[in-house]
C-alpha cells in the first residue's frame, strides 16, 4: 500500500533552515508528482510546492517562494523540502501528498516550529 513518511523537523529559530524528507514506497515514485503541504493549528492545510515526476517542473505557494525549494531523488523515492529563512509563521505540521489512481495519500507529517 501507499506509505509517505516525513522526517527532518524540529524547533529552529527565526531565519534558520530546515530540510524535510520525504520516503515513499507502495507505488512507482518515479511516475507522481509529489507535492508538501502544511497545517498550522487552527488552520486549514496548506498548498506549499509541487514537483512533476522527472523533477523538470516546480511550482511554489506565493508564501513561500524564494525561500523553499522541493525536491527529488527517484533512486531513493524520496522527496524534499529545503526551507530557508524560516519565520515563526512557518510554524505547522509539514506533510507531502501524492496522488495515485485518482485518491490522495498523506504522510503522518512532521512539526516544525520556529521560535527563538
Known amino acids: 500500500q501507499v506509505q509517505l513518511v516525513e522526517s527532518g523537523g524540529g524547533l529552529v529559530q527565526p531565519g534558520g533552515s530546515l530540510r524535510l524528507s520525504c520516503a515513499a514506497s507502495g507505488f512507482i515514485f518515479s511516475t507522481r508528482g509529489m507535492s508538501w503541504y502544511r497545517q498550522a493549528p487552527g488552520k486549514a492545510r496548506e498548498f506549499l510546492a509541487q514537483i512533476s515526476s522527472t523533477g523538470g517542473s516546480t511550482n511554489y505557494a506565493n508564501s513561500v517562494t524564494g525561500r523553499f525549494t522541493i525536491s527529488r531523488d527517484n533512486a531513493k523515492n524520496t522527496v524534499y523540502l529545503q526551507m530557508n529563512s524560516l519565520k515563526p509563521e512557518d510554524t505547522a505540521v509539514y506533510y507531502c501528498?501524492?496522488?495515485?489512481?485518482?485518491?490522495?495519500?498523506w504522510g503522518q507529517g512532521t512539526q516544525v516550529t520556529v521560535s527563538s
Open positions: 501528498n501524492v496522488k495515485v489512481v485518482g485518491n490522495g495519500y
